[in-house]
Each structure stands twice: as C-alpha cells, then as structure tokens.
C-alpha cells in the first residue's frame, strides 16, 4: 500500500496563477483533510471531507476550493494564487470506524507563490 | 473552541540529556485523544503516541515517555539520554469536534536541536 500521496512534491506559481494539488489515499478511509503549516505556525486546517461529495471549511479555508468526487481522492485547488498561500500543504486521512481520529499524513506539497 | 499550547518554540541540548517538551491543552469535551507527532527534517510527519482521555497512565517506549495529567491539562513528552536523530520538530495535537465531525487542533510545535 502506498499510503497516503501527494502530487506535486515542489510547485512554484507566480501571483494569479491557478492550480490543483491532487491527495490519494489508498486505504478506502472514509475522512480526508487539508493543512497548511506555516514557519511557526503549526499545522491549520484549510477545508475536509467526511465521505465522497462531501467537503466542508476549516480553520483557513479563504482562497481554496476542495472536491471529493472519488473517495480515494482529495483535490485542494487554488484559483488565483496569492503570496500569502505560500506554505507547505499536507494532505491527511482516516477511516471512520476509528473514535480516536488518528490521521495518515501524505508527504506534503511545498508551494511558492512568486 | 479547543486550543493546543506548546510553549516552548525551541530548545537546544546536548546529546544524552534527557529533555522535556510541554503541551497544554483546553477543551470542553469530556472525551478526546492526544497525539504527538514527530517532523523531521526531512518533513513527513510521524505519528508517535495516541492518548484517550479516561486513560492518565504515564507510557514510557524505549527512551520516551509521556506524562498525562488530566487535572493540569497537560500531556508532556520527555526523551531520555537524547541523540542527534531526535532533532526535528514536535507537534501536540488535540482530537475534538468542529461542526459536529472529529478533527485535529494542532500546537504550533516545538524544534528540539540535539548537538553531538
């Protein structure tokens, strides 16, 4: 099993531009999340989803769309990149059965807006 | 509204001490779980310990330990006679509802630095 994956690893986009970072889970969990962590900051939650179809807004959703169209898949998109949205982007998951919420962390995405 | 403190930004050590890190929490649910997560420099994230609410026994894996006290609201990490593969980043975090579904408060993390 490959866990959880992030593509891409490494994304430079200049002020405006729009893109997509894909998150793939391959343990059929029901519950997927979005972070950004930020020097000093700790990890923030940006937007999740609680089953295919479902997204809902975090800590700091401002600026980014999400999309669950296939369960294994978790897309966090950016339509007009700013500045501020330069961070590091981890992806996350976990089953539902579990009361104790322990989440499968992806790699992470290392994202600069120029 | 659920809050994770870790008040320690950074703390630097020589190797084979023993170092603590602090974490304090607030919640007002009456059961929630505690993590720790480890980041080194190489930037995944590590899961190292789960913590449930009802259950305030110390654990104690190899050279780490972790010390809950629901009564102070703290859930402490020590490591033991640490090394230089400790050095990396360490993140409290808090499981707990918002809008009804479980996730993650983290802290804003503590880097620990061991020099040989």
């Known amino acids: 099993n490959a866990g959880v994956t992030q593509t891409p690893k490494f994304r430079v986009l200049k002020t405006g531009q729009s893109m997509t970072l894909l998150c793939a889970q391959d343990?059929?969990?029901?519950?997927m999340y979005w972070y950004r962590q930020d020097p000093g900051m700790g990890l923030r939650l940006i937007h999740y989803?609680?089953?295919?179809?479902?997204?809902a807004k975090g800590e700091v959703p401002d600026g980014y769309n999400v999309s669950r169209l296939k369960k294994q898949n978790f897309l966090l998109g950016l339509e007009s990149a700013a500045p501020s949205q330069t961070s590091v982007y981890f992806c996350?998951?976990?089953?539902?059965?579990?009361?104790?919420?322990?989440?499968?962390f992806g790699p992470g995405t290392r994202l600069t807006v120029l | 509204a659920q809050k994770v403190t870790q008040a320690q930004t950074e703390i630097s050590v020589v190797e084979k001490e023993d170092v603590t890190l602090d974490c304090v929490y607030e919640?007002?649910?009456?059961?929630?779980?505690l993590f720790w997560y480890k980041q080194p420099p190489s930037g995944e994230l590590v899961f190292l310990i789960r913590?449930?609410?009802?259950?305030?026994q110390n654990e104690i894996s190899g050279r780490y330990s972790w010390n809950f006290q629901k009564s102070t609201s703290s859930f402490n990490f020590t490591i033991t006679a640490s090394q230089v593969v400790d050095s990396a980043v360490y993140f409290c975090?808090?499981?707990?509802?918002?809008?009804?579904?479980?996730?993650?408060?983290f802290g804003k993390g503590t880097m620990l630095l061991v020099s040989p």
């Open positions: 989803s609680v089953g295919e179809g479902t997204t």
């Open positions: 975090a808090l499981s707990g509802l918002i809008s009804g579904y479980s996730t993650l408060t």
């Open positions: 919640t007002r649910d009456t059961t929630y779980y």
């Open positions: 913590r449930n609410s009802f259950d305030e």
């Open positions: 996350a998951s976990r089953p539902s059965t579990t009361s104790y919420n322990e989440q499968f």
């Open positions: 343990m059929n969990h029901e519950y």
